[in-house]
């Protein structure tokens, strides 16, 4: 079946704009978890969902950042007042559970955003 | 930031050779987790470790996890151009499910 997708796979915006970048989860998987990708860096973990609520939100770096999941699918990641030091690649991944440790997550491509 | 350490940043092989990279975590994990990000590309799980000592062939890749648990190994023999690409493992403590990443190897291979 399809994997993760994620819209778009790039931005370009202005500092002080706001984004909105979508994932779309492997069917059927009710965990949902967000990460940033910096350069040269490990993914770092954002926020995870298990169905339509955020479990745990603690690596949202501030309040300018905000994710939903209102239909326990698709997700969305809002950035408001973009700053040049959020340009990174944000990856979406999901899996079958969230139950457990040793559920395996599956990436998407991610979107690379570019703050200018 | 990050909780777990990768070594080294780059590993520059010529093809054939083997080379070994290397994680190590400052807290006791639950399991780890292997991954192989292509240039340009999202990671793609390899392989997870659960058991202390625990140690996984995928051909010519091992894995190995340690007593402790708070230590993996990945080694790669007779390296090939395929082989090429970011391996981040991603250690998960207990009771937990966040990845927490280490920063990665970047294998380049010489022709």
């Known amino acids: 079946g399809a994997g993760v997708s994620q819209t778009p796979s790039n931005k370009v915006t202005e500092k002080g704009k706001y984004v909105e970048l979508r994932c779309d989860p492997i069917?059927?998987?009710?965990?949902l978890y967000w990460y940033r990708q910096s350069l040269g860096q490990g993914p770092e973990f954002l926020i995870y969902f298990q169905g339509t609520g955020a479990a745990d939100d603690s690596g949202l770096p501030n309040d300018r950042f905000f994710a939903v999941r209102p239909e326990g699918s698709v997700s969305t990641l809002k950035i408001q007042r973009t700053e040049r030091g959020d340009s990174a690649v944000y990856l979406c991944?999901?899996?079958?559970?969230?139950?457990?440790?040793?559920?395996?997550?599956?990436f998407g491509p991610g979107t690379r955003l570019t703050v200018l | 930031g990050q909780q777990v350490m990768q070594i080294p940043q780059y590993q520059h092989v010529q093809e054939g050779e083997d080379f070994t990279t290397y994680c190590n975590s400052s807290t006791t994990l639950s399991n780890i987790q292997w991954y192989k990000q292509r240039p340009g590309g999202h990671p793609v799980f390899l392989i997870q470790l659960v058991k202390s000592g625990e140690v996984k062939k995928q051909k010519r890749l091992t894995f190995q996890f340690g007593e402790a648990k708070k230590n993996s190994s990945l080694h790669i023999t007779a390296t090939q151009t395929t082989d090429v690409g970011t391996y981040f493992c991603a250690g998960v403590r207990s009771n937990d499910y966040k990845l927490s990443f280490g920063a990665g190897t970047t294998v380049t291979v010489r022709a």
């Open positions: 069917s059927g998987h009710t965990a």
């Open positions: 991944a999901s899996s079958s559970s969230g139950r457990g440790p040793t559920d395996t997550q599956y």
